[in-house]
């Protein structure tokens, strides 16, 4: 299969704790990108990270990039009843491929 | 600046019946997608649109026609539904050329059901 892997399916939090969401992919790239997409709606990008990169921080997300392991983690930090939405990692691999993966199911209780 | 809309938002067709789902952004991008997202799976690209007048197979393309009618609007017909084409559809823009890889800005969804 040439779709990326998030993991775990489904995270289920309290509110102000902290969820990693994890994502693996086969073939190298040039960046990969997260994005959230709440329910019944459309994508929303998050952050975007080069393949150059190792750590990039946008207010409380945090994204890791190991392209040894061609792997990359998002952490939202003091996570909010309204960070529930379902995350995506998107890995770009050249010309038009942009490979989405199934994503992650993030529910933050109040 | 209402970004990138869709219509409809939801449809039924029954097998072999044809419809046009239609795609539109305000933000001046040059490149324009089409993909569909089916439960447990990443998004899948069906067809894409580098630039005004031009238009390209992605991924998942059988099945589906595409037209870019200008820089705004770009449309995706399907010209005999079958079951397996029913989905969730997505279109998006970039500002930036899809060989770059860069941020999508999507619009809401068609959700279709193909009986």
């Known amino acids: 299969s040439q779709q990326g892997e998030e993991d775990p399916q489904a995270l289920s939090i309290q509110e102000g704790e902290n969820a990693t969401m994890n994502c693996s992919y086969k073939t190298s790239i040039n960046n990969l990108q997260w994005y959230r997409q709440n329910s019944g709606r459309g994508l929303v990008h998050l952050i975007l990270?080069?393949?150059?990169?190792r750590e990039k921080h946008s207010g409380r997300l945090r994204v890791t990039l190991d392209t040894s392991k061609k792997s990359s983690s998002l952490l939202i930090t003091a996570s909010r009843a309204a960070d529930t939405a379902s995350y995506f990692c998107?890995?770009?691999?050249?010309?038009?491929?942009?490979?989405f993966g199934a994503g992650t199911r993030l529910f933050v209780k109040a | 600046n209402a970004g990138v809309t869709q219509t409809p938002k939801f449809q039924v067709l029954k097998t072999g019946q044809s419809m046009t789902l239609q795609c539109a952004q305000d933000?001046?991008?040059?490149?324009m997608y089409w993909y569909r997202q089916d439960p447990g799976m990443g998004l899948r690209l069906i067809y894409y649109s580098a630039s005004e007048g031009t238009t390209d197979k992605g991924e998942v393309p059988n099945g589906y026609n595409v037209s870019r009618l200008n820089k705004r609007e770009f449309s995706l017909r399907l010209e005999s539904a079958a079951p397996s084409q029913t989905s969730v559809y997505f279109c998006?823009?970039?500002?930036?050329?899809?060989?770059?890889?860069?941020?999508?800005?999507f619009g809401p969804g068609t959700r279709l059901t193909v009986t």
């Open positions: 933000m001046n991008h040059n490149s």
């Open positions: 998006a823009s970039s500002e930036a050329p899809i060989t770059t890889g860069g941020e999508q800005y």
């Open positions: 990270i080069r393949s150059n990169e």
């Open positions: 998107a890995a770009y691999t050249g010309g038009f491929k942009t490979i």
